[in-house]
């Protein structure tokens, strides 16, 4: 039996690829199980709940030698506590390589597409397997959320084409309605407290030699003006995160997904310095106004490799 996941604090890609590409490997030959690395956000909870589907548990504490794939992610900081000691035999991501490395010849798919979904979608047609509906309509959820409806400069041609697949596949008539009944669900925070909020899309990355350890938090949101009603309980979490976890910066984008704007939360001098220097961006009352950069993928995480990478 092989353990499927994605990311920690895990996004609609890294569940649905998860439980996508369980299904995929079970129906192939390969008995797989989907699990999850934390919590569902708001979003991923409305698209399971829509199916009908319960969410993956949790990943267990795993025996060395383990059985693993990893989808939606490859770096050991995003994984399981114990990759080290586990067998990765399969990776399908659209992330960067970053620190992986296997104890055996392993299968790898990486492909610079929107979504890991997009490339599943491919694995089922390589197999001249057909898809069912709930897994389209899985794969169509992940895409909608990764690209945010093509909105995001990570969409390429192949989202655009399997989202037209997928949605037929799917039932989905109205795919604008749909992915925007996503994007309420996500938006609709409520008293959730201001350390999760931080948390619920949030990835550490190593930069510069020797690394600086930076948390990277990012809110879509079709209600900014929300997030910023809480912005001094917010700016607090983010100290405290960098305290607690040993980090050199925190930072927290509000990334306004219908305007297409990224307002970045800066808790402290290092991260303004680090904001203006890296971005040219200028900072009011600890808001950086980062314009339409509203990838961290492709827009924030390289920026910021490039920054550290010439201090060193
Ligand atoms: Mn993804």
């Not at 319960?54 to 770096?75: F, K, Q, S």
């Not at 008539?173 to 407290?193: H, I, N, Q, R, W």
Request: hydrophobic share 45%; net charge negative.
């Amino acid at each position: 039996m092989i353990a499927v996941f994605g990311h920690r604090n895990p996004d609609t890609d890294a569940i649905a690829s998860a439980l996508v590409y369980a299904h995929f490997l079970t129906r192939q030959g390969t008995e797989a199980q989907a699990y999850r690395l934390g919590e569902l956000n708001f979003e991923t909870s409305y698209v399971l709940r829509e199916l009908g589907l319960e969410a993956p548990p949790l990943l267990p504490e795993l025996p060395a030698g383990a059985e693993v794939a990893l989808v939606d992610h490859n770096e050991s900081a995003q994984s399981a506590g114990n990759l080290s000691e586990l067998t990765v035999t399969r990776v399908v991501d659209h992330h960067k390589l970053g620190d992986l490395s296997t104890q055996t010849p392993a299968y790898l798919r990486f492909e610079p597409v929107g979504c890991t979904a997009t490339i599943l979608l491919k694995l089922f047609r390589e197999a001249a397997l057909s898809v069912e509906r709930e897994d389209a309509r899985l794969m169509l959820s992940a895409i909608l959320s990764d690209t945010l409806h093509f909105r995001s400069p990570t969409t390429t041609a192949d989202d655009r084409a399997a989202v037209d697949v997928l949605a037929s596949l799917a039932g989905i008539e109205d795919v604008e309605a749909y992915a925007l009944a996503m994007f309420a669900a996500k938006s609709d925070l409520g008293d959730t407290p201001a350390s999760q909020l931080l948390k619920m899309d949030y990835k550490v990355f190593p930069f510069g030699e020797p690394a600086q350890q930076w948390g990277l938090g990012v809110i879509e949101t079709t209600n900014p003006g929300y997030v910023f009603g809480r912005q001094a309980e917010l700016l607090q979490a983010m100290t405290e995160a960098r305290e607690a976890e040993g980090l050199s910066g925190v930072l927290l984008s509000v990334v306004d997904i219908l305007n297409e704007t990224n307002r970045t939360l800066v808790p402290g001098p290092a991260e303004q310095q680090v904001v203006q220097d890296a971005f040219g961006a200028e900072v009011t009352a600890q808001v950086a106004d980062l314009g339409g950069r509203i990838s961290r993928k492709k827009q924030i995480v390289p920026a910021l490799e490039t920054y550290f990478a010439s201090r060193t």
